[in-house]
C-alpha cells in the first residue's frame, strides 16, 4: 500500500565508516502537534525520532566489523523517548561490502510490509492494528537523510557524506515523491533541509570540483587536453559561491571532459579589449 525508497550511492565502505547511517524517518504529523505544536520544526530536526509521539523509521548503517545492517523501528504515544528494543528489528549481512543500492520500506497492508534492499527482500514485519491506527493522520511527514553514528569510534566519521541519487514515496492513490534530482535539488519539489551549509545537490556526471577566486564578472571556464590548447567551453553550468563568498564552484562533468589522460582549465574573458 504504501513504499518509500531510496537510492545510494558513493556510500563509505563498512571499513572507512563503521556505523555511518542513511535513513527514512517518517512521523505522525497530528500527534506531535497537538503535544507540542513543534510540527514544523521536526520536519527539518535531524533527530524527530525521539521527539515524535509517533515514529516509523528504516535504518541502513554500516557494521563495526564490516558488512551492512537494516533496521525497522517504531514507536507510538511516546515522546523524548527511542522506540523499544521490542519494537525494533535488525538484519545483519555480514557479506554486504557497501550499501549502495535501492532500499525500501514497503507496507503490503496496514499491519504487514516488508524491507528490501539490494539483494531483493530482506526480511518481512508484522505491526499491531493499535501500531497502524496511529499513522492514519490528515498530516504526516517524510524525512530521508545520513548521519555519521559514530559513538564507538568518536569522530572517524567526520566529513563523510553519501549520495541519495534516487527518493520515492507511493500509496495506493499513486506517487507521491519521485525525484532523481536531475534538474536541481528542489527543481521538483520544495525540499527542505536540516543542514544546508552539509546538503548539497550534485549534478549527474560530476567529475571534479573547479575551484576560482572572485569577483569573475565575464570570465568563462575552458578546458583543453594540452597547456597549449586549443582551448573550448568547459561546458560548467552549475556554478555556487562557497560559504566564504571569496570563490567560485563548479562542477566538471565527464562528458565535457577532453579525449585522453589530462586536463587542463583556465578562466578567460572573451569579452576583454
Given at each position: 500500500?504504501?513504499?518509500?525508497?531510496?537510492?545510494?550511492?558513493?556510500?563509505?565502505?563498512?571499513?572507512?565508516?563503521?556505523?555511518?547511517?542513511?535513513?527514512?524517518?517518517?512521523?505522525?504529523?497530528?500527534?506531535?502537534?497537538?503535544?507540542?505544536?513543534?510540527y514544523?520544526?521536526?520536519?527539518?530536526?535531524?533527530?524527530?525520532?525521539?521527539?515524535?509521539?509517533?515514529?516509523?523509521?528504516?535504518?541502513?548503517?554500516?557494521?563495526?566489523?564490516?558488512?551492512?545492517?537494516?533496521?525497522?523501528?517504531?514507536?507510538?504515544?511516546?515522546?523524548?523517548?527511542?522506540?523499544?528494543?521490542?519494537?525494533?528489528?535488525t538484519?545483519?549481512?555480514?557479506?554486504?561490502?557497501?550499501?549502495?543500492?535501492?532500499?525500501s520500506?514497503?507496507?503490503?497492508?496496514?499491519?504487514?510490509?516488508?524491507?528490501?534492499?539490494?539483494?531483493?527482500?530482506?526480511?518481512?514485519?508484522?505491526?499491531?492494528p493499535?501500531?497502524?491506527?496511529?499513522?492514519?493522520?490528515?498530516?504526516?511527514?517524510?524525512?530521508?537523510?545520513?548521519?555519521?553514528?559514530?559513538?564507538?569510534?568518536?569522530?572517524?566519521?567526520?566529513?563523510?557524506?553519501?549520495?541519495?541519487?534516487?527518493?520515492?514515496?507511493?500509496?495506493?492513490?499513486?506517487?507521491?515523491?519521485?525525484?532523481?534530482?536531475?534538474?536541481?535539488?528542489?527543481?521538483?519539489?520544495?525540499?527542505?533541509?536540516?543542514?544546508?551549509?552539509?546538503?548539497?545537490?550534485?549534478?549527474?556526471?560530476?567529475?571534479?570540483?573547479?575551484?576560482?577566486?572572485?569577483?569573475?564578472?565575464?570570465?568563462?571556464?575552458?578546458?583543453?587536453?594540452?597547456?597549449t590548447?586549443?582551448?573550448?567551453?568547459?561546458?560548467?553550468?552549475?556554478?555556487?559561491?562557497?560559504?566564504?563568498?571569496?570563490?567560485?564552484?563548479?562542477?566538471?562533468?565527464?562528458?565535457?571532459?577532453?579525449?585522453?589522460?589530462?586536463?587542463?582549465?583556465?578562466l578567460?574573458?572573451?569579452?576583454?579589449?
Amino acid at each position: 500500500m504504501n513504499t518509500y525508497a531510496f537510492t545510494l550511492t558513493n556510500f563509505p565502505s563498512p571499513a572507512s565508516a563503521p556505523q555511518f547511517d542513511a535513513h527514512i524517518y517518517l512521523g505522525n504529523g497530528d500527534s506531535i502537534t497537538a503535544f507540542n505544536n513543534n510540527y514544523d520544526y521536526n520536519q527539518t530536526y535531524s533527530g524527530f525520532p525521539y521527539n515524535l509521539v509517533d515514529y516509523f523509521g528504516l535504518h541502513v548503517q554500516n557494521g563495526t566489523n564490516g558488512g551492512v545492517m537494516t533496521t525497522f523501528e517504531f514507536k507510538t504515544n511516546s515522546t523524548a523517548s527511542n522506540p523499544l528494543t521490542n519494537n525494533v528489528i535488525t538484519c545483519v549481512f555480514s557479506n554486504l561490502t557497501t550499501a549502495d543500492g535501492t532500499w525500501s520500506l514497503n507496507f503490503t497492508s496496514d499491519t504487514t510490509g516488508n524491507i528490501t534492499g539490494p539483494m531483493g527482500v530482506v526480511t518481512n514485519f508484522t505491526i499491531a492494528p493499535d501500531v497502524a491506527a496511529q499513522f492514519n493522520g490528515s498530516v504526516s511527514f517524510v524525512q530521508f537523510g545520513v548521519f555519521k553514528d559514530d559513538a564507538q569510534n568518536s569522530g572517524i566519521n567526520d566529513n563523510k557524506g553519501a549520495i541519495f541519487t534516487h527518493v520515492s514515496v507511493t500509496n495506493a492513490n499513486g506517487v507521491l515523491f519521485d525525484d532523481d534530482f536531475s534538474g536541481g535539488f528542489t527543481n521538483k519539489y520544495a525540499w527542505r533541509v536540516s543542514s544546508a551549509p552539509l546538503t548539497q545537490w550534485i549534478p549527474q556526471g560530476t567529475k571534479y570540483w573547479l575551484k576560482w577566486t572572485v569577483p569573475d564578472t565575464g570570465f568563462t571556464p575552458q578546458t583543453a587536453a594540452h597547456i597549449t590548447g586549443p582551448w573550448t567551453d568547459a561546458g560548467i553550468n552549475y556554478i555556487y559561491t562557497d560559504s566564504t563568498g571569496t570563490n567560485r564552484v563548479g562542477a566538471v562533468i565527464d562528458t565535457n571532459l577532453p579525449a585522453g589522460n589530462a586536463a587542463y582549465f583556465r578562466l578567460i574573458n572573451t569579452n576583454a579589449p
